[in-house]
């Protein structure tokens, strides 16, 4: 006679295993969350991440007085801090290597970088006011009008760079005829120049909205915001690391 007992696994250890089986793998969350945290090493993340947070407590508020709204602005001045500098930062470029070129393209560079350093320079003073160094609220505003218009030139003349850089790769595709490799070469120089064209025309749009010249509901302007955060957020998102040669063999 077999004594053998068939042991029936427990309520809860079913209920565990299941649980097991809906979490994400141990590796999988460590691999994000060290570029997460690669992310937000720089004040380009950090500033982007709580752009995110801001648009999104804009979509929640919809301009109505209350937390979400207090939370709006108290993550739009978190931003302030990592932007300190980024005005120079756009402007070195055309310094140190003076734009070549038409007419044309110069002077959209010279438009982009000016246009940039303008949104960061005024938005400062904007930022010294809500903490009380400048109390006039008639130059606040303005700077913050400033800043907006600042920011609509950079990202247009940023958009007709994209889009000439865009140009250049239809015609290289083209050319390439039936070389496969060569396209693969062209489609992974293509692809952030699709994300640059896409942030930018959603800059400029979000700059106008700012500014009020397009008619939209603050919820909508949130959400504006948010979907160009998530692709500021996604573009500058540190990529996954290399398989190691273990998995390669597998």
């Known amino acids: 006679m077999d004594n053998t007992t068939n042991h029936q696994p427990s309520s809860s250890s079913l209920l565990l295993s299941s649980l097991k089986d809906l979490l994400p793998e ?5 691999i994000f969350s060290n570029r997460m945290k690669g992310l937000l090493a720089k004040s380009d993340g950090k500033d982007k991440t709580l752009a995110l947070l801001q648009y999104l407590a804009m979509f929640t508020s919809n301009g109505t007085p209350g937390n979400a709204l207090n939370l709006q602005k108290s993550f739009g001045s978190a931003r302030k801090p990592f932007r300190i500098f980024k005005e120079v930062e756009f402007l070195l470029p055309v310094i140190e290597n003076p734009p070549v070129g038409n007419q044309a393209k110069v002077l959209v ?10 949104y960061m320079a005024f938005d400062h003073i904007v930022f010294l006011g809500a903490t009380g160094l400048v109390t006039n609220k008639q130059i606040t505003e303005l700077c913050q009008k400033l800043s907006y218009y600042g920011w609509f030139v950079g990202s247009v003349a940023g958009l007709y760079q994209s889009a000439n850089e865009l140009g250049k790769c239809v015609r290289d595709v083209a050319e390439a005829d039936d070389d496969e490799d060569r396209k693969q070469e062209i489609a992974k120089v293509a692809k952030p120049v699709f994300t640059a064209i896409t942030t930018n025309t959603l800059q400029a749009l979000l700059a106008l909205a700012l500014l009020e010249k397009i008619p939209m509901k603050k919820r909508n302007v949130g959400a504006l915001g948010v979907v160009l955060s998530m692709l500021n957020v996604y573009s500058m998102f540190p ?3 290399p398989p190691d040669a273990k998995d390669k063999g597998e």
């Open 26 to 30: 141990k590796n999988s969350v460590i």
């Open 109 to 118: 560079a010279y438009s982009k970088a000016i246009g940039m350093s303008a």
């Open 239 to 241: 990529p996954p690391p």
